[in-house]
């Protein structure tokens, strides 16, 4: 505007050398690039006066923060002084084994029963399970461990005021009991509706009739895609650390199996089957071509996430439980 002067922002990069680029057939910032690393900005020097040229409204949504995966979940720990190296394996371990959180698509969500768990544990515990108070008290056991101070008082001092809260706790905490979801399958014993109950395990199906019968069966979802190597029907299943994978059901007569979530679409190119990965893109299993999906919740960016799998391998359950779910 003539006459005032205003201080504003901008992001971007200032071109030094080309490198690859010289070879690299790619627009150098291309007007309306939201990609700040390939934004350049004009080559410009401090105290330089600049006129404004246009003024352009455009709208943005607040993205809601990405979800931990198990490396990021880490690096938070190691930036509030939580756990130690030796910890870190059986802190995810521990919180999927007991169902607070499931990990899909390299991503943990928590469950109804961690919600539960830790809407308790702040309005009972809120000391405990504060982070500061939980890096203090690692930090103190240290100096022990190094010699340099006495076990006795530091334990003292925590469990002192701990055992009062738990008494409290006994007495004020209210039980609280996950209702059991109806499902569509009937028991192949008696008859009655089966119904989805949650376990140390996770989640499977039991029947109504409890205790009268005591069918059980592993719980499974079919996600509408068929195999590519038989055309029997994908099953969403989880490995015995919680991971989520998908296979087929005839295993092991067909021992497809795949981590990345396929999607019913086939390929555009080659008609071949689909996986969803991370970001939101939907990538050929055969081919390579990318498509880019609107991103939905499920679709959340994965917080520091990488392409490391991890050691966990497909470890496909037993082929009669898995039959039978599918049947």
Known sequence: MPGRRHLLRANGSVMRFA????????????????????????????GDDVSM???????????????????SLIKALEEDGIGRPSTYAPIISTVQERGYVERTERVLRPTELGMIVNDLLVEHFPDV???????????????????????????????????????????????????????????E????????????????????GFPECRTTRTLVTRIGVPCPKCG????ERKTKRGRTFFGCMTYPTCDFAIWQRPVPEPCPVDGQMQTLQAG????????????????SEEDLPVDGDDDEEGSDALDVPEAPALIAAGA
């Open 280 to 295: 939101g893109k939907v990538v050929c299993t055969v081919c390579g071509h990318v498509t880019q999906r609107v991103k």
């Open 129 to 187: 399970v504060d982070a500061g108070f939980t890096a203090l008290i690692e930090g103190q056991l240290d100096q022990v461990a190094d010699g340099e101070g006495d076990w006795v008082p530091v334990v003292q001092q925590f469990y002192e005021p701990f055992a009062l809260n738990l008494e409290k706790a006994r007495d004020l905490m209210e039980r609280v009991e996950i209702a059991d979801e109806l499902s569509d399958e009937l028991c």
């Open 232 to 235: 029997s029907d994908l099953l």
């Open 53 to 71: 040229d246009g003024v352009a409204g455009t709208q943005h949504f607040t993205q809601p923060p990405a979800r931990f995966s198990e490396a």
């Open 19 to 46: 490198g690859f680029l010289k070879v690299l057939d790619a627009p150098e910032g291309e007007e309306g690039e939201d990609d700040k690393r390939t934004r350049l900005l004009p080559d410009l020097a401090s």
């Open 189 to 208: 014993v008696c008859g009655r509706q089966m119904v989805i109950k949650l376990g140390r395990f996770g989640k499977f199906l039991a029947c109504s």
